[in-house]
């Protein structure tokens, strides 16, 4: 007997039949003897639906508010899959996460969790039950309703599973698990058997959108085997997230190609090479709440040095005011250049730690192809680089090709 954490997202309970099929599943796992704890998403397009009812009311709603609204979504899939199992000749039970208690700080909206209080659980496992939880919420100390930020579920599940000390946590997605890279851009994507948590880290924050971020950190962070699947097919084995290198079935140097179109490139050139110059430059970025993502900056020669990052394209407006009033004055830079029409591609592999000889393999591929790559930064186990937006098929293409990930 195992105990498993199944997620199901929100295309998988979208309607009646979806949640229906959710019970079917759940069965088959309970007849085998399984103790099983169901997360759930709200309906599909429900969670924007809300926001937007939200955002009716009022320009940019009340935090406390919002997540009060928004977390009445997954409350609703949360009863109709305990209806469902029932109707089925299953015992079953829905929790929000307030009756949980699923502890968070006080940040709306993006609330970490900070605790679980999993007895009353283990109690309703141990009278038999399937317990059915609210995915994306929780309560803080005053008992203020949270959210735990788009995508949330995921974490919830994760964070379940580690708390109750699961065996296994399913994530239950449209897609058959984790892909080398999006089969929309090369057709002969494979899927992985297994990936890394590292390697996972690097797909799901550069845009291989099926786990949120956060979700990935927490199971690492805690040991939670974790499992993408889709609930959509009956037997497939899915895509499995190991925490060690050597437990993966299959083991090549390069594991996906992740790549990410909304990002824009800022360089500040010809600054003076002084100690605090990335700080007088990133600083007030960040004091905006605005990612950064790549940071790069050149060796000097002459006293003056260019810096280059990037952003979310959304945020490159505010990123550019933010200079132009805040940074400017200080470091008078030459120029200032952005640029978003740019795509951000990463190779993603933990061999390349033991194997030489990728990035090389890589440039000469892009070169062959015509290529021009304008920005690399590297990492133990991966290489990304930024080329223009036009030319990101085909490099995604090229690249795939030559390192053969199409091949098992
Ligand atoms: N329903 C929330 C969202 O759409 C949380 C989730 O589905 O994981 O972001
Ligand atoms: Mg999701």
Do not use: W
Not at 35 to 54: H, P, Y
Not at 56 to 78: H, K, N, W, Y
Not at 280 to 292: M, S, Y
Not at 308 to 320: S, Y
């Amino acid at each position: 007997m195992s105990l498993i954490v199944q997620k199901f997202g929100g295309t998988s309970v979208a309607n009646g039949d979806r949640i229906n099929a959710v019970a079917d599943r759940v069965e088959k796992f309970k007849k085998e003897g399984h103790q099983i704890i169901v997360v759930v998403s709200a309906m599909s397009g429900e969670t924007n639906k809300l926001i937007g009812l939200a955002e009716e009311m009022m320009e940019s709603p009340d935090p406390r508010e919002l997540d009060a609204i928004v977390s009445t979504g997954e409350q609703v899939t949360a009863g109709l899959t305990a209806l469902a199992l029932i109707n089925i000749g299953i015992p079953a039970k829905s929790y929000s996460g307030y009756q949980i208690k699923i502890l968070t700080d006080q940040a709306h909206t993006k609330a970490r969790i900070l605790k679980i209080d999993e007895k009353a659980i283990r109690q309703d496992l141990d009278a038999g039950n399937v317990v059915v939880i609210a995915g994306f919420q929780g309560v803080d100390e005053i008992g203020n309703i949270t959210t735990l930020g788009r995508g949330g579920s995921d974490t919830t599940a994760v964070a379940i599973a580690a708390a109750i000390n699961a065996d296994e946590c399913q994530i239950y997605t449209d897609v058959d698990g984790i892909y080398t890279t999006d089969p929309r851009v090369v057709k002969e994507a494979r899927r992985l058997k297994s990936i890394t948590f590292e390697e996972m880290l690097e797909m799901a924050s550069l845009g291989s959108k099926v786990l949120q971020t956060r979700s990935v950190e927490f199971a690492g962070k805690y040991k939670v085997k974790l499992r993408v699947l889709s609930s959509f097919d009956a037997y497939g084995e899915g895509t499995i997230i190991t925490f060690e290198e050597d437990e993966k079935m299959e083991e090549p140097i390069i594991s996906g190609i992740a790549f990410n179109r909304d990002e824009a490139e800022i360089n500040v050139l010809g600054v003076p090479d002084t100690p605090g110059i990335a700080y007088q430059i990133l600083g007030p970025i960040a004091d905006a709440n605005i990612d950064v993502d790549m940071i790069i900056q050149n060796v000097s020669k002459d006293g003056t040095t260019d810096f280059t990052f990037t952003i979310n394209k959304r945020d490159l407006k505010t990123t550019l005011e933010i200079i132009d009033t805040k940074v400017k004055g200080i470091i008078h830079p030459r120029e200032i250049i952005s640029d978003e029409k740019i795509a951000k591609l990463s190779l993603v592999g933990v061999g390349m730690r033991s194997h030489a000889g990728i990035a090389s393999k890589m440039f000469k591929t892009l070169s062959d192809e015509g290529i021009n790559i304008s920005t690399i930064s590297t990492s133990e186990i991966k290489i990304s680089i930024i080329v223009e937006e036009k030319m990101l098929d085909r490099a995604v293409k090229a690249l795939h090709k030559i390192f053969e990930l199409e091949k098992a």
